[in-house]
């Protein structure tokens, strides 16, 4: 036993780790003498373990922590050792470990991340809780979707534990495993390096993932949004699945659900179904409008004042949503049909009474107005308190209650807006790690170099051979304001 | 009797409306035969049949002149036309008997006189003198327009233009082929053609003689395709009456008064209708013929908007009498009164609706119903305050305007770059979807009925059926 011990406690070594190759070859031998002991010591660990838990620290040793769990799990759980003292282990490891050390342990650790996202050895908030942490605590940014976000999604989803998922699911997804040109970096554990460039199959943190895999995260993320009833944030993860990029008229059935889903969320975000963003594939969007015709003509009735077209689109086509799996949130539209025939009527009257609100909006669940001029009012408290609505009900001097609608351009004071833009700058500048790694992936890929090389040679023979071709470059060494003294 | 030609008129009338017609109960200002007596040509016999079918005052009066003005022609269809009005309208009427002896004999008539200038047409043709060629296609066109076979005298007009050697044998055909678009409605022919009845070869004189023609026929074109922007402009530029006079058989110099002045008002600001309509002098010598039309112009400039529509409603039946304008009526009088409407509104920040309906009511219509509409679809930047009864004007403040801008750039920036470089990333893993261009693949494994049978369809793709998300919604 005191040899493992003295194994495990090897790394991180006392001293100084600060330089990448240092590090970077210790870590690597750590790991060789971690798999040999494995694979030889499996029995010896097991046996031991209690006494090398006490001794290790997660947070400092990870991988020899990783190391003894790993012999404990898998193939299956020991029967003369207590699981929950395993699986308390397992919590704390997931929950403390260090990324960078992680970023060497590979295989094993993708493993336990399997397990724990199986959902069957933790209780499944514990579990969704743990993979969240685990998941950011290797990647702090958040931005490479890997095999472990979407066992995350599923799980959290599927078990109604959305809170602790949150911040993973919240995170922009811009890099995916297997992208051309990411060769593994020299070094791993260089901390300025992009999760793209340590998280990939070759390092075994992540497993290899199919457009339909990626098209099943995004979409399961806004089904999540659905159930907390955050529409902005569902419209844009549906939105992704809809702007998948295709090849060849491609389309595909997650896509066309997402597409269904899309719709209806935009009508709650934003009250109109909106047209999708220039870089979708027009082939792509032909397809959907064709597939989701339903959806589209129910959005084309929600946004016009006859309620009895929108109550018929609606009503008649119960089976498709229900087949869809949309009834749900079928029906939240229908509610909100009437609230956002109140707002569109800011767009024409500053101040409107009660009850000529009550007679021009009708409510689509009913097809007709509202009986009573409390309930419009209590309608519009509600949209009030929502943020939906900017306004308030004011009471005339003879009695009338009228809801007066604040300008649309109430404009942020100065204050305010300097803070936003600096909040927002801020933001942008969080994207210049991103930019650079897409820049370093691109520029330094061969097709690039190599049209960069013989773009410069074109470059100077033409301008000797061929005067026409550089006819571009030429038109500004020409004197355009000859006639004019030079001043 | 009295009652019985009315209940006659009564089912022409219902008839007509039952083709979508429009029907003008008002008397109108003008005098049938003092009107008639403005054109020439063919035109006269569409405009007759026109008021005839629109008009109750004067439908029997214009019908019957209908009939004698086809009598007069060769055009068998348009005798019959106009005989199946008049059967309806006023069976007591002499002209409602059929002439079956003149439509035989101008049938008769009209055929051997085709044959003949077709004969001689081959014979001009053996001979190969150019210009005998290019007179016979022209009386050959002629013949058949004047017998009301229009698409037969196209053909022969165009025909015309391979022997058309000089400049006014250019014009003449062109001129010829217009005619016969104007009377097929193809406007858009018009346009393309138009240019060819004014060479730039010109001389300045000929240019000024042609100019009134080139710019009427432009103007209706554009007035029949409902650009009134450019067909104001168009009539504002027709140059001189006198000439303009001699292209009767298209309209006359009132009629350019009218459209042009009309047209102006509802598509061009005041400062625009002064300078060139008001202080236009070409144009004036065509407001004085219809001065009313100057008076809605000038009040309108004056802001006397109330009084410029009462002007205009004056004679909407007149308008809606007319061949080109018909059509357009409705639609050119709501454009005024909104432009007035706005026009009223520009100065003020806050109106009271009140002293607008004082100005702008019309009888049997709300106002506020308008402003609605007008407001809804974005002509009038303007809020209504139901409870204190006022309208107000949309304040714009462009130091917030640009605030709000910059904020949804920088958001709308950031939102757009990430995704750009997510698809990079998307395409740099390989991971677009694929269609295959095979069809029939429908059937395969996986959770995804239906859409993969669905014809034409085949391209779907059935994603992988090992996942274990199911897809449900909220319900």
Known sequence: MDRCASVLLAFPPRGDLTDNETYHKAASAHIHRLSKMLKEQSRELVAFSTELFNVLDPAV?????????NALMFPSLPADIPQEFVLEKLVTFMMAFDGRQCRYAGLPLLETMEAVGSGRLLPPSVAVEALA????????????????????????????????????????????PGMANHENAQYQCDPGLSSASYISRGTGLT?????????????????????????????????????????????????????????????????????????????????????GRNYVDLAAAFVTDDVQLFKLEADNQQQVWLEDGNAGLVKEVVASYQKWRVLSLQKIYTKISIAEIRLQTKS????????????????????????????VIEKNDDGTKFLAFLSPTAHPSEQEFQRELKHTAAKLQE???????????????????????????????????????????????????????AN | MASDQQNHLLAFFTAMENQGGVIVQDVPKLDLGLYIENYKGRSRFDRLLLIGQCSVPLCLDALKAAVIEAKQGKDVQRYRDAWECIRVAGPNEPEAQFDDAWVNATTKANKIFTHQLEAELKGYKNNLIKESIRIGHRDLGEHLESIGNLNGAADAYVKMRPDASTISHIVDVGRHIIGIMLQKRDWTGVLANVNKTMPPNMTAEEACHE????????????????????????????????????????ASPNDVAIYGGLLALASMERDELQRKVLDNASFRNYLEREPQIRKAISMFVNCRYSACLEILERYRSDYLLDLYLQKHVSNIFSLIRKKCIVQYLAPFSCVTLDSMTAVFAKPGGSLETELISMIKSGALKARIDAIDKLLVMDSSDPRVAMQINALETIRSYEREALERVRRMS???????VRGTY??????????????????????????????????????
């Open chain 1, 207 to 291: 497993k290899v993932l199919k457009s339909s895999m990626v098209l099943e995260y995004d979409l399961v993320c806004g089904m999540t949004y659905c159930a907390r009833q955050e529409w902005d944030k569902a419209r844009a993860a549906f939105e992704r699945v809809v702007t998948f990029p295709t090849k060849d008229g491609g389309c595909s059935k997650i896509m066309v659900d997402g597409f269904k889903k899309w719709i209806l969320v935009s009508l709650l975000s934003q009250g109109k179904h909106s047209t999708t963003p220039p870089y979708t594939t027009a082939s792509t969007i032909k397809t959907l409008e064709v597939l």
């Open chain 1, 364 to 391: 689509a669940e009913t097809g007709a107005v509202l009986n009573k001029d409390e309930d419009v009012e209590a309608l519009i408290q509600s949209m009030i308190i929502e943020g939906m609505l900017k306004g």
């Open chain 2, 211 to 250: 100019q009134p023609y080139q710019k009427m026929v432009a103007g209706l074109a554009y007035l029949g395709s409902e650009k009134y922007a450019e067909a104001a402009k168009c009539f504002l530029e027709t140059g001189d009456p006198k000439a303009c006079k001699h292209y009767n058989d298209v």
């Open chain 2, 426 to 432: 998307l395409a740099a893993a390989d991971l677009e």
């Open chain 1, 61 to 69: 040793h990870s991988l020899s922590y990783l190391t003894i769990l």
């Open chain 2, 438 to 475: 095979r069809k029939g693949l429908g059937g395969g494994t996986g959770g995804a009925g239906g859409a993969g049978g669905l014809p034409g369809l085949g391209e779907i793709l059935l994603d992988d059926g090992e996942s274990g998300y199911g897809v449900e919604g909220l319900s």
């Open chain 1, 133 to 176: 942490t685990a998941i950011l605590k290797l990647d702090p940014s958040g931005t490479m979707l890997t095999s472990s976000h979407l066992l995350l999604a599923s799980l959290a989803y599927n078990t109604d534990n959305i809170q602790p998922a949150l911040p993973v699911i919240d995170k922009d997804i811009v890099f995916y």
């Open chain 1, 431 to 485: 994207l210049t790690p991103i930019f650079d790694a897409t820049n370093l992936r691109l520029a330094t890929s061969r097709e690039f170099i190599k049209w960069a090389v013989k773009e410069n040679k074109r470059d100077k023979s033409n301008d000797a051979q061929d005067p026409t071709l550089g006819f571009d470059a030429q038109i500004d060494d020409e004197d355009l304001m000859g006639g004019l003294p």
